[in-house]
Structure formats: C-alpha cells, structure tokens
C-alpha cells in the first residue's frame, strides 16, 4: 500500500541519514543540527529483564522518596528510543501502544520534530516564554492559523490556549459558565451587588450553576474538574465538591451490530435521566449551564456510545438552556481516524466547546461564538498555553497530512479489531468486546486479576498497553503503527492469553 | 564591584562571541550549535512609535477575532530580545522590568539557556514527554536533585511537580485536604460508604473542609484555585464557589520604620481575625484544614507583612490543625534576593505546604513530610510536570550562584527603593510608599487614573512596567537587572512624572 509505504520510507530513510550525513536534508533538519543516531525501528521488541528491571526498581525507590512514586511501572530511556519501540534503563526494548497515556502523537524521536527543535524559532520560543494574552510573539497569530486553527471543528472559530487537559477543562467549564450568566442578564454586565458578593463567595455574584457530567467520566482532577470526574473514588475522596448531577452513559453491549435494540434503549434511558436531571436541578435553584461529555469514555473503561445518542444529548441540553460541551483530551487529534472524534457523529450544529491535549501537545479548548467570553480579563492565566508546543503541532499536523495518517489509523485501527475479534474466539473468557474508533482500541477481560496478569506479562514480553476502567486493556498507540505493529501486537497477546487460558 | 563586572562580562562575552565564532566556547555553547546573533544589550531603550504600535496593533486585532485578545499591550519579538531589553514588532526597543509577568529569570536569550536548548538531552525531554508518575526518563531523580531539591526550603523533602501556578496551587490543597482526612481518621483509608458517596459529590465522601485565605490575595483562576482567590471580583463574578472564608491581610503603612506600631496593630487585628474565623467554620461543620497565604500579595497591590505577622500565623493555623501553606509562585526563585520569600522569616518549623512556578519556569510544590500523600494514587497528572523545563531550571540556578545573583538582587533592589524615594521626594503626591524586599519593588501613585498614565508613557519611553492593586506599579524585572538598568528606569520615570506634576 502507498501510504504504508511512504511512513516506512520516512522512518527508514533517516536512518540512512544517520550513517549518510547529507541525506539528512531530505527530512528538511536545520541547517545548525547534527545527525541524531536514533537507529531503526527493531523488528520485534528485545528483552532483557522483567517489568520492571533492577535499575528501574532501583530509580523508583529513589523517586518515591521524593516525590509520589508508588505508581511507576518503569524508567524510560527517550534518547534512544525511536518510533513506536521504547527502550527502558535495563536494556529492554518494548514496543509502545500506550505511548505516556496517549500523548506522542508521532511515537519516539521523530526527525520531522527534531528538525524543529533545533530550528531558531523554536529555540526562541523555548527561552523566551511569553505572556500570551498580554504580550505574544510576533509569530503566535501565524502560528495558530498553521496549527490550531487548520484543525479547527466546523463552527469553531475560537481557540483558547492552556497548560494541560485539566486546565483546558477548568477555563471550558469557567467560559461556560460566564457566557450562561451574560445570557441570564440578558447581556448585562454584572451589578454592583453581584461584583462585592463575589469577593466573600457568595450569592449572587457567586452563584449556583452546575456542570452535567457522566458516571465514569473523567475530566481531570483540579477541584473543578474533579466535581465532574466520576471514574474512580480514589481520585474524588476527602476533596470538597460543587452540587453537580452525574447521569449514567450508555452502557453498550458488543459487538455493536448485533445488539442495536439493547443499546438503543441505553441511549434512551441516559437521555431520559439527562433531561430528567437538568429539570431537577433547575427547580431546585442551581441550573445546569453545561452538559460535559467524553466522546469515548477512556479512564472510565472505553465506553463507546453511538452517533444517535451524541446528537439526542445536544438537543437535550440545548433545549434545556446548556452548553453541550466535549472533552476530547483523550479522544481528539487523530487516534479515531478523524481530527476530532465529534466528526463522526455528523452534529446539525457544532458543539459550544471542545477541550484538547494529550496528543496534541498544546491544550485548551474551542468555542463556538455563543460561548467565547467576550468582555474583561474573565478567562486568563499568565502564559495561556506555550508557542513552543505549537510548533511541534505544526509540524505534527504537517506530517499527519503528508503521510495520510487519518486513512492509516483507521485502516491500522479495523486491522487491530480485526485481530483482536480472532483472539477473542481463541480465547473467549479472556478478550471480550474488542471494539474501536481508528486506533482507539480496546476489549475487556474476566476480571480485573486477570487484566492485570495480562497487562503485567505483555510487559514482560515487551508490548506496552494500557489498561482502563475495571477489566479494560486499551491501546492509545502513536498514529505511526502500522499493520506490521498490529502483528507483533497480536503475537505476543496471543503468547501472553495461551498462559493464561 | 566584582559581582556586576562578571555579569557584565558575560553578556559583553556573549556578543564577542557572535561575531568571534570560537569564543562561543567561552559560556560552553553546545558543539552542535551555532552561533546565535544576540547583539549585545543596548545602553537605553529606543523607541520608534507609541506602545502599542500600529504593527502591533494590527495583530492584535487580528489575534482578537480568534483568543481572547483585548488585554494585548503589544507584541514582541522574542527572537532579537536580549538581556533586559525587549524589542517589539514596530522596532521598539523596551527596558523590560516586568519580564512577563514575573516569570524570566535571567531576561531574554541568556546564553547559557541558549546551550542547554542545543542539547542532546534538552532536545529527548522536548520530544518525547513522559507521563513522569508512570514512566519517567532516566535521568529525572538526577535532574531534581540538581534543580528543585537543590534549592528546596530547609525542612521540606518532598516536590510535587505540574504544569502551571494554578495548577500547584490546585494540588496543593488538595494534598492538603487529603492528608487532613488521613489525620481525622488517624491514619485510617476511606471507608466504603466514603468511597460510595464521593461518585456522587456527596458527603461524607466529599466532605465540606475549608480552605482559609486572605483579602486581595491571588492563588490563580481554576475553580478551587478561585474559591481562595479574592484579588479583583471580574476574576470570580459568574462562577461557582466553595464556602470557603478570607481575613484581612494586614494593610501597613510605610515607612515600616516609621509606622511600626500602627503595623502591628494591623498583625494583631489579623491574626485575631483568622484565629476567630478558623474557629466559627469549625463549629458550622466546614473545618479549615489549610491556611494560604501569600509571602507578599503582589496581583492585590504588593502588600508586604513582617516576618511576626507570618510567624503568628504559622501558630493560629497550627493550634487550629490546619496546614501553613505558602504561595511562591510569584515571590519565589530569587526575586527577594533569597531563593523562598519566607526564608526571611525565620519560621520555628518549616511550612507545611508551598507552590511554586513563573521564574522558576518548572512548577510544583514542595510539602513537609506530613502533608505529602502517601497512599495510592492521589495526586496525579499524565504529565505531571516537564523534564525540559527542569533542564532550563537547572541552568538558570548554575548562573545564579556563579554570578552570586541573589546578593545582587539584594544590592540592586535597595538601590532602587533608594532611588524611588528620591523621586517621592520630589513627586510626594505621584510616588507614595516606596517599598520592597529585594527587586521585589513597588510604589503607588495617587489613583487608578495616574497609574494608568504612569504605566502608559513610560511604556511610550521604552519602560515596561508592571501594575497591581488598584493604585500600584510594580517592577518584576530579571534577577540579572542590575544598578545600571536602575539608573535607566528612575530617568525615564523623572520624565514620565515630571510631566504628570
């Protein structure tokens, strides 16, 4: 296939640069910048040790004395790996599907993006970190026009930049909730009253208003955030938390073609609870302003939920005066085979905001012009985000395009499921509900025991996954796998799942 | 003297260097990289046009159709700034005291960053981000031990680093909130109907606990952040916010050596204030686990305390069972001339919590050893931080001790206070309480109106300010700003005022 081909190429051709000097400028490096030895993608995964090997023990036992260590799985070595293969301290090399929680949009060390980090403009940026919102650099319009606004959804003229998901999601949530009270008012500013209560965290300056959300949703952990992350317990427990309702997401049976009526009447009852909700709410004087939703459900355990329900919910919050807002920090930047997954479901408006990260590198979120605040200084930080990191977009966007990565991830993506569908009948108790949207791939197993043995001895054999929910492996790998990835995949689960069985 | 020639000399080395190619050498330029031309820094400022010009008042009309842009004052060119002195899109060239809002420590383009950004190591950390809690880079424990715990409060071993002030503070407190219900529980994990009824927001899962902070403070725009916050009410008004309670910072008048009597009076009505409050919350059921403060309030006007005032309020918290918790993210990495603001203080025990970000361009807290989470999964982000801004940290400390920075702050900064209280003398109405700790410094002027015209020709003279409060300028200039810069700043403000008189 071409465009397999070509990505092969890309990867391959650098390598010869390596040894070949000037073949370099066909990956257009800086002029200033020295050949990288990255080396190749190894054909398979090379290991040495157990996960985790005594050196990474050994640096995590460091760690945790300082800082929260408890959770590291192993220690990475990010100078030598290349590609979708990670290699760790101890000399393994494994191949990465999980790619730092699904944030390398392009896997390791790639020399489109070496080419810019090397570049000047990039340096600058790095040093010289501006305030954007009070004195950007004379690149940063340019900059946004080539990057952020080029990926821009339907509708979506605006874009505010952040740190990270979390931050995105809290400034989604503020802008919301300023544009809800400016429509309240009818377009007033606000009164006197409402400006000195506001200082003391009270009425009516401070008001009620609430953030719909999602049981099993996850949206950060800033208290904000947190109000409406519903995964886990122990990242909600002993923290103080706003009124806000959560309803349940649908909750699908698979594989999705043979159980529409069953999933159907999922969406119906989660709509029915939503409205339901929003009417409570609003009789008991704290109105939701903004329904926020997950397009996948990732940490929660990769709940899909189908097109009709997407649709059926914006028309429910629009028709209960709330924004209808997207977290696509996990969901966004190309892993569905789209740029946002919200294009799959063909909205007859767009949504009123969207947040990104992750994969993304820069975060923030869009708004449509209903829901960009327009007045004062209401949604700010001292940097608002980091030029820096729209470069490496840029560039990222730029390479996605050229290689055609949308088409490869969802082919790659349909090959994966593929796969995992046959191992499933392999193995039926142990890979259940393989589903996916491109590359963002999951199946259950038994039970959460056996989830872990098998996400700990896929580590051992060298294949990085992630795991989700309660008995959910996903696989958030770079847009770079391809089908010959898939196989080295599949073959080590299936080494992994014979020894469960 | 010794200190300022070295200083001087690097800088002057520097643009030797650009033209002298080999010499680069001299400040350990990475071999792969090449010479960057810097210039040198010029004498004053130059300014071809009004702030802002009509080249950057274009792009930020521009700009403004796509981000929240009316806060724009003009835009930079980060790539031709160099030392102090900023250059914009139309030409200008700006002595710049406010170094983006308080966040560059050694100015722009400092040579030896230049170097760590041409690095091999700084290039790995730029390209492939780890999820730092998962799966950090070998060389992280070693970059924190030359970074953040190398200049760590006595007391306090443990650094929690994220991405932003906002987001520190948020982890803050709720590092704080957690570790208090491991004290009210003794140590006991959460029960099973706690675990259950946080999902739902709802107590006693999600208890009500307090966080007690001050008038006028500022503590960064995120919900749990803005629930502390009570600087300017167009920060908070429209937005939902926790019962959470604020006292009065003691408001001095200056001289303090002249006032000392009446400053204490204002310790004392403070203390008793917050000793009061702490205790009314507690008998309505929302106990104050933490308090936080500010060592200077600077976006509420640059109010200073002494070093009484913070003693005492180390004891209240205490006595009431709350954490201490400190506010660096603008007073800290040097600007007071001591690495932490509240080293001057001379606390009997180490604060229990403090954040830090802007200068020290990483961010994160430190905690004491009771205040650090220790159980499960808690307190998290993917990123978790930066190794890359870590790599500049690192750097930037190297020069701060080489060029003994902190006694030049010190030095520096008396001499302007020095200098400001000359032009009181003869501005009595325009220049009122001069006042600082290090280059820490403000004055403020007769009302809202002047500040503004102050801060608006001064910026037209080729003199960036920065302003706070209601009535006051602020400098946040570099740590590498030096007696000469002064001189040049206290000119431009002769003019400036001379023509207010």
Redesign the interface.
Known sequence: MFRTLRLTNLLAARSVATTAGPQASAVAVN????P?DFGTEPERPHMVTAIPGPRSLE?KK??A???????????????K?FGNY?HD?DGNVMLDTFM??S??PLG???PA??AV??S??Y????????????????N??QL?QDSL?SIAPRGM?????F?????SN??Q??SV??C???MRRQGRL?SEE???S????QAP??????ILSF?NGFH?????CL?AT?SK????????????P?CNFPRYKYPFEENVEYNRKQDEMSHDEVDRTMKEYKAKGNPVVGVLVEPIQGEGGDAHASAEFFRGLQRIAKENGAAFMLDEVQTGMGITGHWWAHEMWNLPTPPDTMSF??RA?AAGFYASDDY???H????????SGEP?KAF?LRETIKVIRQQNLLQSVRDTGAYLVNGLKQLKGKYPSLVQNPRGAGLYVAFDTKDKDVKEKIYKSCADHGLILGSCGVTTIRFRPALIYQKKHVDVTLDILDTVLSKQN
């Open positions: 002029q200033h910048s020295a990288v640096l460091n760690l004395d300082v800082q929260i260590g408890f959770t590291i799985e192993w220690v990475g070595n990010y100078e790996s990670v301290v730092q929680i944030s390398l390791y060390n790639h993006l070496h980090a090397r000047e403009e340096i600058a940026a790095s040093l010289n970190r501006p305030a954007l919102q009070y004195f950007p650099s004379h940063w319009m946004l606004i003229k605006h874009v505010n930049t740190m990270c998901g979390a931050c809290e400034h949530i503020r909730a300023i809800a009270a400016f606000p409402e400006l000195t506001t200082i003391r965290n300056g401070s008001p009620k208003v609430a049981l950060g952990r800033t208290l904000g109000s519903r317990a122990t990242h909600k427990v002993d923290l103080p938390a706003f009124d806000w959560a990260s992750k590198m960009q605040v327009k004062d200084e209401r949604i700010r930080s001292t940097w820096q490496l």
